[in-house]
């Protein structure tokens, strides 16, 4: 069975920075596609960002370009976001997820796999 389960989400003030991980067991990560959701209360689960099977092509929202970082490390079954330059608006439920699919990577419904999140809270 493969299961997703992150990690690394905190209480933060604004302007700091968190790494979230996103460990993958019970078959390589190299298989998947990776992607980074967030919800925050009252709202859709939104895309954040993806990363290729192989690293080299990587995908953002608006939203969180130039302040987040999705990476990967095939060898430690392991993906990434680094957050940058944190604002409370960054507060919500982080979720990691994996496609077996490389195509309309910004889409939930390609998902195949879900973590169970993390909280990530930025005070002002």
């Known amino acids: 069975q493969v299961q997703l389960v992150e990690s690394g989400g905190g209480l933060e003030q604004t302007g700091g920075s968190l790494r979230l991980s996103c460990a993958v067991s019970?078959?390589?990560?190299?298989?998947?596609?990776m992607g980074w959701f967030r919800q925050a209360p009252g709202k859709e689960r939104d895309f954040l960002s993806a990363?290729?099977?192989?690293?080299?092509?990587?995908f953002y929202a608006d939203s969180v370009k130039g302040r987040f970082t999705i990476s990967r490390d095939n060898v430690k079954n392991t993906a990434y976001l680094e957050m940058n330059s944190l604002k409370p608006e960054d507060t919500a439920v982080y979720y990691c997820?994996?496609?077996?699919?490389?195509?309309?990577?910004?889409?939930?419904?390609?998902?195949?796999?879900w973590g169970q999140g993390t909280q990530v809270t930025v005070s002002s």
């Open positions: 997820a994996a496609a077996l699919g490389a195509r309309n990577l910004r889409a939930r419904d390609i998902y195949e796999l």
């Open positions: 019970g078959r390589t990560s190299s298989s998947y596609t």
């Open positions: 990363i290729s099977l192989n690293g080299i092509s990587t």
